[in-house]
T-cell receptor, first 115, second 111 residues
Framework: GAGVSQSPSNKVTEKGKDVELRCDPISGHTALYWYRQSLGQGLEFLIY????????KSGLPSDRFSAERTGGSVSTLTIQRTQQEDSAVYLC?????????????FGPGTRLLVL | RKEVEQDPGPFNVPEGATVAFNCTYSNSASQSFFWYRQDCRKEPKLLMS?????NEDGRFTAQLNRASQYISLLIRDSKLSDSATYLCVVNSAGNNRKLIWGLGTSLAVNP
């Protein structure tokens, strides 16, 4: 039983470059969430998917951030023209269904450093 | 006022001690409450959901006080392996699918 996987585990990039982060949820989980955690900070909700649709994008910090999910499985979070303040751990979680009673299972995260 | 507030700690306790954390939330319409645990440089993992009547799982007891809008976590007979950050999580009222995360309370259990 594989858990949530994310790639890459670490990413160092230069300011202004685009990055793409990948999340592979637990098989059969229809809901997928992206969070960001900066050093010493709490989890910041970015976006969630129910199937392939994203009913709530309210947490995306700017229009440089976008996410998609295809086939109800893998999701990618893209950050365009990265800035230093984008440096953080990007965590993906999945749950069987969308709903606040559902347990969210997290991946190990992608540590992004923008120089 | 933050939507979910926790004392950041750190709480330093000896092995075997009992320790309690509180968490307050701002929206009285919130319906779902959880405690997650996060080890250093690791992802959060669900510790336990918090039910209206309170619930217990081994050495861990969670309580909900709706009138005062706080939840608590009690750890009895603490172990070295309990050292972690404990995250209070509450659903965003009006958006049943969105969870609001506290900044966490840091616990260090010392030998």
């Amino acid at each position: 039983g594989a858990g949530v996987s994310q790639s890459p585990s670490n990413k160092v990039t230069e300011k202004g470059k685009d990055v793409e982060l990948r999340c592979d949820p637990i098989s059969g989980h229809t809901a997928l969430y992206w969070y960001r955690q900066s050093l010493g900070q709490g989890l910041e909700f970015l976006i969630y998917f129910q199937g392939n649709s994203a009913p709530d994008k309210s947490g995306l910090p700017s229009d440089r951030f976008s996410a998609e999910r295809t086939g109800g499985s893998v999701s990618t979070l893209t950050i365009q023209r990265t800035q230093q303040e984008d440096s953080a751990v990007y965590l993906c979680a999945s749950s069987l269904r969308a709903g606040s009673q559902e347990t969210q299972y997290f991946g190990p995260g992608t540590r992004l450093l923008v120089l | 006022r933050k939507e979910v507030e926790q004392d950041p700690g750190p709480f330093n306790v000896p092995e075997g001690a009992t320790v309690a954390f509180n968490c307050t939330y701002s929206n009285s319409a919130s319906q779902s409450f959880f405690w997650y645990r996060q080890d250093c440089r690791k992802e959060p993992k669900l510790l336990m959901s918090v039910y209206s009547s309170g619930n217990e799982d081994g050495r861990f007891t969670a309580q909900l006080n709706r009138a005062s809008q706080y939840i608590s976590l009690l750890i009895r007979d603490s172990k070295l392996s309990d050292s972690a950050t404990y995250l209070c999580v509450v659903n965003s009222a009006g958006n049943n699918r969105k969870l609001i995360w506290g900044l966490g309370t840091s616990l260090a259990v010392n030998p």
